[in-house]
């Protein structure tokens, strides 16, 4: 089986290249890209940057080569009910754009369903927003639906579901729905949404209580980082023929 994995940042996948250190290199620039063979597995792992047009990019880039057995996407995300406490992983069951009334339902096998219950797995909806939004509007928006605000989700479902490629997305919680980033994330990214130091330390200068801002988030996506990754890698190390009929069980559905 071929599996190709997205990754939007180096944050959220290094902990897994640690639990594997089998990775190889294919390329490090612009972006990584990484190999794993495990039994009966071929793994692709690639960062795409954040963002829609960045995910976009790459997810198409790698799928004209060859379409994989299964894509999955996993990062991290904005909690967007109570219940989604920092670190908590979450598997993605639906998907729309904020703006949007149209979702992406994700179709799961009953093996499927148990394994993640097992691993106390949270199904939620992903709001994919193409910048940050605030939370606490967008809670309301879902009306105490479990959900988690990102910037990818719904367009890279999109592009699976077009191509009839099995698709699944975990995410994990960096910063809860009590809690705002502190800082305007464009004021530290580029247009392309790469975080630049130059940027981030003139924000610091300017305002200082950004430090405790970025310090929170940095504590946060350690641990969801963490909790993701360990999940991650006990899925991919599930026995080659469970994980294939696992795979081969998702569907995407427009509704």
């Given amino acids: 089986m071929k599996i190709l994995i997205l990754s939007a940042l180096p944050r959220e996948y290094l902990p897994l290249k640690r639990l594997f250190p089998a990775f190889r290199v294919v390329r490090s620039a612009p972006y990584g890209k990484f190999s794993l063979d495990l039994p009966g597995k071929e793994i692709i792992l690639v960062e795409t940057g954040m963002g829609p047009g960045a995910v976009e990019k790459v997810a198409r880039e790698e799928l004209k080569a060859q379409a994989p057995d299964l894509m999955l996407f996993s990062g991290f995300a904005g909690g967007l009910h109570p219940d989604l406490s920092i670190g908590s992983v979450c598997v993605v069951t639906s998907t729309r754009h904020?703006?949007?009334?149209?979702r992406v339902i994700f179709h799961f096998s009953e093996e499927m369903v148990r394994f993640l219950y097992k691993n106390q797995v949270k199904p939620v909806l992903a709001l994919t927003a193409k910048a940050p939004e605030n939370k606490r509007r967008l809670w309301a928006l879902v009306r105490g639906e479990p959900a988690v605000l990102d910037m990818e989700t719904a367009w890279v479902a999109e592009a699976a579901r077009s191509r009839e490629i099995p698709f699944i997305c975990f995410r994990a919680i960096s910063d809860p729905v009590d809690r705002e980033?502190?800082?305007?994330?464009?004021?530290?990214?580029?247009?392309?949404?790469?975080?630049?130091?130059?940027?981030?330390?003139?924000?610091?200068?300017?305002?200082?209580p950004t430090m405790w801002a970025f310090y929170r988030l940095w504590r946060g996506s350690?641990?969801?980082?963490?909790?993701?990754?360990?999940?991650?890698?006990?899925?991919?190390?599930?026995p080659s023929e469970e994980f294939g009929r696992m795979a081969a069980e998702i569907k995407l559905e427009r509704k």
Avoid: M, Y
């Avoid at 904020?98 to 149209?102: M, N, S």
């Avoid at 940027?199 to 200082?208: I, W």
């Avoid at 990754?229 to 899925?235: K, N, P, Q």
């Fill in 98 to 102: 904020v703006e949007a009334e149209k």
């Fill in 181 to 208: 980033l502190g800082f305007d994330l464009q004021d530290i990214c580029d247009e392309n949404w790469e975080v630049r130091p130059l940027r981030v330390l003139k924000t610091v200068v300017k305002r200082p």
């Fill in 222 to 238: 350690s641990l969801a980082a963490k909790n993701l990754c360990l999940f991650v890698a006990s899925f991919l190390e599930l």
